[in-house]
């Protein structure tokens, strides 16, 4: 069992914590573990319940599907202060569409994700904050998303000309 | 009056007084890189010319096959550890380029060159420099990174960002942990990873959002796919970094590399000649317009 | 009269079949004449070797694609507007090999060492030669020469021409080329009834006046010629806002015009080849079947063709749309930025030798028009 103060001194490196009140950090600190997973340690596959929301602290976590025929496709790593796992924050996906490993040593901590739920239901400031942040992360995975999407690595293909 | 950007490194080149009339070179090694893509060292074959062939990282040759044509290739050289050698990588995907892969050692090619305009590293002294390239793009800053090594206390935090699409398309993997141990934080990523890859999967420019950067005294470095340098620029004027100190590499189809048979244009600039470096400033207006 | 008194800046009348032994001279000092021929119902810059080789009598009527000629019964010689050609075939030939190659145990390049032409360019008009002036500053410039133009132009001898019946396609006044010639030139010629005025703009043009048989120009032909000169100026009628192209191409890059064009120009490349100020080109390098020779090629190329910006990964220009903006916006705008000098001359051959009869100076004052709004 990690001490308390671990947690509350790795979280206070965060930059989006270091925004936060006093009383919305403490709420964070109690919701949240430290964890330390090895490199190939496994937080979550495609399917599980979503239970955590995560961020990395050290070290570096790859998302990945899987796709018939061609296995786990790690499609982003998630490094320091980096979010995964945010859907289970955001309404309406109810498992993890994704899977999430560890590939090198690394320290995660680990936010209680229905707590969190909750407090942002209770407390519309800090679920403002929160979604602002979140909505953030998702926007720059878009960003991306969409880079990987347009392949701008492949070979020439045929253009038609006029 | 040229629109010259940048000042042109001192012209030690083979150009003869002859209209494009190549000098021969000898292929003295080939080096097989990621699939279609190989490196050629080559070697004049007069004395003459090797001695006073300069060029500066950043410019670029025209490589003649024989009977096929020619193809702007960037050198890739370091000036000092192979000295003599001009070091070209070559993607084999047009005519020319896929005969220069048939080619074998010993065999002879034309050069022209250098042409173009060079990486500034004067005027970056002192700054903090992140390169950003990604596939075939870093071969045109290979040279620069040498010598970023060699006069590393010139310079402040060194980055290098690389992308590629697997890992199997990584460019110059063996040089990796060189440019490292020489105080360089090298950020490899591929837009898909398999079980092996432990580096990062996603693309250049997320490394924006995990590290911060000194608006004021930060110099950017890009080439590759112009998607890819197009969102670097994006992150690194959102980031308040000047146009002037972001430096692009652009590419356009060349024939003479001379700033002569008008190919190359784009806007009121020649890319063999004004370029193919450009700081971003000069761009504004230009870079953006599509089809352009 | 003793030519020993004429000097640069000189004005002589000469009877009009003194012409012919102006040529002659020239033959003898060893230039090829090239000049004006009727051929194919049209006027084509050809070898010329005699007057009798001009069309005389010959007037033309231009507008969008439209060139026709008139036949007066007159002895005039000049009176035409020039037709599709222009004097750029002779100092940037549309195709020349640059080097050839043999293959023994290695290969073997041999330049095309052919020495250049002297050329005697007959007839020159006002725009034309400030086309060739614009060439210049395109072909000889610091930081590149292109050794084959110099050769040819150092050595070139023009006969300049005052045009007295300009066409309706003609914008020379607009771009500041003419109608009337105002230097550079060896000899200049304004035709009058009998005879032409010839001012004289060299030592070589004064040296070939030796042993003719000139007056020197009375105030009375003189005024002939101004006034036919004045009264050609007035008589052009179209014209093209010159305010700030380049400003103007900066901001219109988006403009709607651009896919309204694009909807009639084919990219037939008509424009760029007649131009005569349009100067790009390609390099070929072919081998034979068995690929033991090899020759390399230059030869005249457009912004309109459609492989023209191929790059690895595609096209940067692949539809009309976009050649038809490179064209114009280069041609009216990023050309003086490149080059310190206006690329177009107003010689109107772009409109009358579009098939789909585009015109320019429309193109222009739609975007201007378009802009304002």
Not at chain 1, 126 to 146: I, Q, W
Not at chain 3, 96 to 124: C, Q, R, S
Not at chain 3, 204 to 215: A, N, Q, T, V, Y
Request: proline share 5%; glycine share 8%.
């Amino acid at each position: 069992m990690i001490p308390e103060e671990d947690i509350q001194s790795a979280l206070q490196k965060v930059p989006w914590f270091k925004t936060l009140t006093q009383e919305h950090f403490n709420k964070m600190v109690t919701l949240s573990h430290l964890r330390h997973a090895k490199a190939g340690d496994i937080f979550f596959r495609e399917g599980d319940k979503q239970d955590f929301v995560y961020i990395v602290l050290k070290g570096r976590v790859a998302l990945d599907i899987f796709v018939p025929h061609h296995g786990k496709v790690r499609f982003y790593t998630a490094e320091p202060f980096d979010v995964f796992g945010w859907s289970s924050v955001t309404p309406g996906i109810y498992q993890r569409t994704a899977g999430a490993g560890a590939v090198l040593d690394s320290t995660v901590a680990c936010i209680d994700a229905e707590g969190l739920r909750q407090f942002a239901e209770t407390d519309h400031d800090f679920g403002y904050l929160l979604m602002r942040r979140l909505s953030n992360v998702v926007a720059s995975r878009l960003m991306v998303t969409r880079l990987q999407l347009i392949d701008m690595f492949a070979g020439p293909v045929e253009t038609k000309n006029e | 009056m040229t629109t010259t950007i940048l000042d042109l490194p001192s012209q030690n080149s083979v150009n003869s007084k002859k209209l494009l009339f190549p000098a021969w070179a000898e292929i003295v090694q080939i080096i097989p890189e990621a699939e279609g893509v190989s490196t050629l060292h080559l070697r004049f074959i007069e004395p003459e010319v090797r001695e006073r062939y300069r060029f500066e990282p950043g410019q670029f040759n025209m490589i003649y096959i024989p009977g096929y044509g020619e193809a702007a290739i960037s050198l890739s050289s370091d000036i000092e550890t192979s000295p003599g050698v001009l070091v070209h990588t070559i993607r084999h995907v047009g005519n020319v380029t896929r005969a220069a892969a048939r080619l074998k050692m010993g065999d002879m090619v034309g050069v022209r060159g250098p042409f173009g305009t060079a990486w500034p590293l004067k005027s970056i002294e002192g700054m903090d420099v992140v390169i950003a390239c990604g596939g075939i793009g870093l071969p045109p800053l290979r040279g620069v990174i040498y010598q970023i090594i060699r006069n590393r206390a010139k310079f402040g935090k060194v980055t290098l960002l690389y992308g590629a699409r697997t890992p199997s398309d990584l460019m110059y993997p063996k040089e990796y942990e060189t440019w490292k141990s020489a105080n360089i934080e090298m950020s490899v990523t591929v837009d898909r990873g398999d079980d092996q890859w432990t580096g990062r999967v996603g693309v250049v420019p997320m490394w924006f959002y995990h590290f911060r950067v000194d608006s004021h005294n930060t110099a950017i470095l890009t080439c590759g796919p112009e998607i890819m340098m197009r969102f670097v620029i994006y992150e690194a004027l959102a980031r308040r970094i000047s146009p002037e100190h972001i430096f692009v590499s652009l590419e356009r189809n060349m024939k003479c590399g001379q700033g002569a048979c008008g190919h190359c244009q784009q806007g009121p600039y020649f890319i063999c000649k004004d370029g193919p470096i450009f700081p971003f400033s000069a761009l504004q207006g230009i870079f953006n317009v599509e089809e352009y | 009269m003793n030519e020993r008194t004429l000097s640069i800046g000189s004005t002589i009348t000469l009877p009009k079949p003194e012409l012919d032994l102006l040529m002659t001279d020239l033959h003898q000092r060893g230039y090829k004449t090239v000049g004006p021929v009727l051929r194919d119902e049209s006027i084509v810059y050809s070898d010329l070797d005699e007057m009798r080789e001009l069309p005389r009598g010959i007037l033309t009527e231009q507008s969008p694609a439209s060139y026709r000629l008139i036949q007066t019964n007159k002895e005039r010689y000049f009176d035409f507007i020039p037709g599709s050609q222009s004097w750029k075939q002779f100092l940037f030939p549309p195709r020349e090999t640059l080097f050839t190659g043999m293959k023994g145990e290695t290969w073997h390049l041999e330049e095309n060492d052919e020495p250049a032409l002297h050329y005697a360019l007959i007839g020159v008009r006002a725009c034309e030669l400030a086309a060739i002036h614009v060439q210049d500053k395109v072909f000889m410039r610091d930081d590149f020469t292109d050794p084959k133009y110099r050769s040819i132009r150092e050595n070139l001898f023009i006969l300049a021409v005052n045009c007295l019946h300009p066409n309706a396609t003609c914008f020379c006044r607009s771009m500041g080329t003419g109608p009337k010639h105002s230097s550079d030139f060896d000899l200049c010629l304004t035709e009058l009834e009998d005879t032409f005025l010839v001012q004289i703009g060299s030592d070589l043009g004064r040296s070939l006046l030796e042993g003719k048989r000139f007056d020197l120009a009375s105030a009375f032909a003189q005024n002939q010629a101004n006034e036919a000169m004045d009264q050609a100026a007035a008589s052009i009628v179209r014209t093209l806002d010159t305010s700030d192209l380049a400003g103007l191409f900066t901001t219109a890059l988006e403009s709607n015009r651009w896919s309204e064009v694009a909807k009639r120009c084919l990219s037939c490349a008509n424009c760029t080849q007649v131009c005569p100020t349009c100067f790009c080109w390609d390099v070929t390098d072919q081998m034979d079947l068995l690929g033991k020779s090899t020759r390399r090629e230059r030869i005249w190329d457009s912004c309109f063709n459609p492989n023209y910006s191929y790059v690895v990964g595609g096209n940067t220009r692949p539809n009309i749309r976009s050649r038809y903006r490179q064209w114009l916006t280069h041609k009216l705008g990023t050309w003086s930025k490149q080059f310190g000098v206006q690329g177009c001359v107003g010689c109107g051959r772009c409109i009358s030798w579009c098939p789909a009869g585009i015109d320019l100076t429309e193109e222009v004052a739609a975007i201007r028009a378009e802009v304002k709004e």
